[in-house]
């Protein structure tokens, strides 16, 4: 009789051990051609940027502060690649539970799709077909799972040898592994039986021709490589050089399962990354940046004095560079927005609403204004700050224009990607440099940066003033409405505070005794920066000097010359506002309107 053992190998054996390979292999085709596909027909429809996006806007706050801090600048790689993660975990759970509980892992690659389609079409700026690629993208996955799982087992169910050929195992009644006739031991020709040896003249059977001569039954030697050859094919299902071999589309090797599993792998990995290039900008939009001239400014701002610049290696220039300019907003995919399609609507408690084109935009008197944008999620001491010249037309003109009711006390604006900013109303109709800007150092925003048009506010944090991708200008009240941020438990106005930080000399740059400098950069937008002093060492605060500023609304340079000891040392810092407030030593976190406290450093001079 056949074992059925032989017929199928367990789930739990070697092969169903690569279930998860399946799994994986599977899944990472089918979002690889569902990025491709959004990259080409549907940028803002990703499934793993929607997916990602979701993900932000659900997060809690302590989350995403935490991303913050570990990773600044680079949290939406960081999230990016948890997601990829996790998705290889399911995808691997997906490929075990195809092989043991079918067909529930193509159901859940399939569920995948559906939730990833799900998601994108509820997303704010999603398009008519922005469910089309997750749904693909699921399509895909369960098919491939199916068919790998499929091929998996085929691997293990190849009948060997000893299921077709040898007659002892199914025609012989008398052999002893047939259960139906079990050997009996006083037959003088059972082999266990020590005092009666087998004899070759009974053991022989002329009858099957696939049994061993009585010559070779004789030969110890035969009889060990009869066995060898019968064990490696009950084993793997292969024949000897006498047999003929299994047909390979009913029974293809792991080999080949590797192959298609490693080229499904490698498609969805290629068309995953064609995928991403495409989704970093449109030949249109990047088309449409280069090729555009800004128009010069009706009020140019003042030259950055020579003064403002100390030129010490280490300390941040007191310009920053466009591609140095720290990046913190929720969008996982840089919104497109091409400038000939760009609308502005002003709206609200007004007594004129109105839409702005883009040409209208740039026939405006626009004005230049030096600006240092702050990020509230900026720790102490934090990189999350940078200074640029800006270009722009003044929000309080457009609000002018508009004629805010005398109860509207908010500016709610909103991004093309839904993104929604509380600013208050009294900071965009002051004399502060509030723009809706199109320039920045000198050339059209970059893309990551907002362009075409995003809000510049001096004096405010971000998250409360800086709207990108900008689409949407609505006045209202504090009491109506909510912006982004707000409902996620920040505060509603969000001034910026007074802080101070230390550049050099840095722990890590191996300090020599001897004369050296302190510096760093400090900032009070709106106020101005009248002095700073460091401490040393529990010592008595010196007076740092302070480089010229540009004006009052970004920050300034400052340096402390220090003849440094060996040893361990301690540095802080601390600010003073024009207006005789001093920075607090009290240490506080980000949330909910932004981190106070010193700034110091562990230093080792040696």
């Given at each position: 009789m056949t074992d059925p053992?032989?017929?199928?190998?367990?789930?739990?054996?070697?092969?169903?051990?690569?279930?998860?390979?399946?799994?994986?292999?599977a899944v990472a085709l089918g979002v690889g051609l569902g990025e491709l596909a959004a990259g080409l027909f549907a940028p803002a429809s990703s499934p793993v940027a929607a997916v990602g996006?979701?993900?932000?806007?659900?997060?809690?706050?302590?989350?995403?502060?935490?991303?913050?801090?570990?990773?600044?600048?680079?949290?939406?790689?960081?999230?990016?690649?948890?997601?990829?993660?996790?998705?290889?975990?399911?995808?691997?759970?997906?490929?075990?539970?195809?092989?043991?509980?079918?067909?529930?892992?193509v159901v859940t690659a399939a569920a995948l799709g559906a939730v990833g389609a799900v998601v994108a079409a509820t997303r704010p700026a999603a398009g008519p077909l922005a469910w089309a690629p997750a749904v693909l993208a699921g399509a895909v996955a369960a098919t491939a799972l199916w068919l790998l799982t499929r091929l998996l087992q085929r691997t293990t169910t190849a009948p060997g040898p000893a299921d077709s050929s040898d007659p002892a195992d199914s025609s012989d009644p008398t052999h002893p592994s047939d259960p139906a006739h079990p050997a009996d031991p006083s037959d003088p020709t059972h082999p266990s039986d020590p005092d009666h040896p087998a004899d070759p003249a009974h053991t022989a059977r002329p009858t099957h021709p696939a049994r061993p001569s009585p010559a070779t039954e004789s030969d110890p030697q035969e009889r060990t490589d009869a066995t060898t050859r019968r064990t490696a094919e009950t084993r793997g299902g292969a024949s000897d050089a006498g047999s003929a071999p299994a047909d390979p589309r009913l029974h293809p090797s792991r080999r080949a399962f590797f192959a298609w599993a490693g080229a499904a792998a490698a498609a969805g990995i290629l068309a995953a990354a064609v995928g991403s290039l495409r989704n970093t900008a449109s030949a249109g939009v990047a088309a449409a940046r280069r090729a555009l001239r800004l128009p010069a400014a009706a009020a140019e701002a003042s030259p950055v004095p020579p003064s403002a610049e100390l030129g010490i290696p280490g300390l941040a220039r007191v310009v920053t560079p466009n591609d140095r300019f720290y990046r913190i907003d929720t969008a996982l995919i840089v919104p497109e927005v091409d400038p000939a399609d760009w609308r502005l609507r002003v709206h609200g408690m007004v007594a004129e609403e109105f839409e702005l084109t883009w040409d209208?935009?740039?026939?405006?008197?626009?004005?230049?204004?030096?600006?240092?944008?702050?990020?509230?999620?900026?720790?102490?001491?934090?990189?999350?700050?940078?200074?640029?010249?800006?270009?722009?037309?003044?929000?309080?003109?457009?609000?002018?224009?508009?004629?805010?009711a005398a109860e509207a006390d908010m500016v709610l604006s909103r991004s093309i990607d839904g993104f929604t900013a509380s600013t208050p109303l009294e900071a965009l109709t002051?004399?502060?440099?509030?723009?809706?800007?199109?320039?920045?150092?000198?050339?059209?925003?970059?893309?990551?940066?907002?362009?075409?048009?995003r809000m510049v506010v001096p004096g405010l944090y971000g998250y409360v003033s800086a709207t990108k991708w900008l689409v949407d200008l609505e006045v209202t009240r504090f009491d109506r409405a909510r912006a982004y941020w707000t409902d996620r438990g920040w505060s509603e106005r969000a001034p910026i505070k007074l802080q101070s930080r230390i550049d050099v000399p840095r722990k890590a740059q191996g300090l020599s005794a001897g004369e050296t400098v302190i510096a760093g950069v400090a900032w009070y937008q709106g106020v101005g920066i009248a002095g700073v002093e460091v401490q040393v060492d529990d010592g008595p605060w010196q007076q740092a000097a302070l480089a010229t500023a540009i004006s009052d609304d970004t920050w300034v340079q400052w340096s402390m010359p220090w003849r440094a000891e060996a040893g361990a040392h301690l540095i802080r810092c601390r600010a003073t506002g024009k207006d005789g407030q001093r920075q607090t030593p009290d240490r506080t976190a980000p949330a909910p309107d932004g981190a106070t406290g010193w700034h110091e450093r562990h230093l080792e001079v040696f």
């Open positions: 053992a032989r017929r199928r190998a367990p789930a739990g054996g070697s092969s169903g051990s690569l279930t998860w390979v399946a799994g994986v292999a996006s979701a993900l932000i806007d659900i997060a809690p706050t302590w989350a995403k502060d935490a991303a913050i801090a570990l990773f600044g600048t680079a949290d939406k790689i960081a999230l990016i690649v948890g997601i990829g993660i996790v998705m290889l975990a399911v995808a691997a759970f997906a490929g075990w539970l195809q092989a043991r509980f079918p067909p529930w892992g209208e935009l740039l026939s405006l008197p626009l004005q230049e204004s030096w600006t240092t944008l702050a990020c509230v999620s900026n720790e102490v001491g934090g990189t999350l700050i940078g200074n640029a010249l800006w270009l722009g037309f003044p929000v309080r003109d457009l609000l002018a224009r508009a004629r805010p002051d004399e502060r440099d509030a723009i809706l800007a199109v320039g920045m150092n000198g050339e059209p925003l970059p893309l990551e940066h907002g362009f075409p048009v």
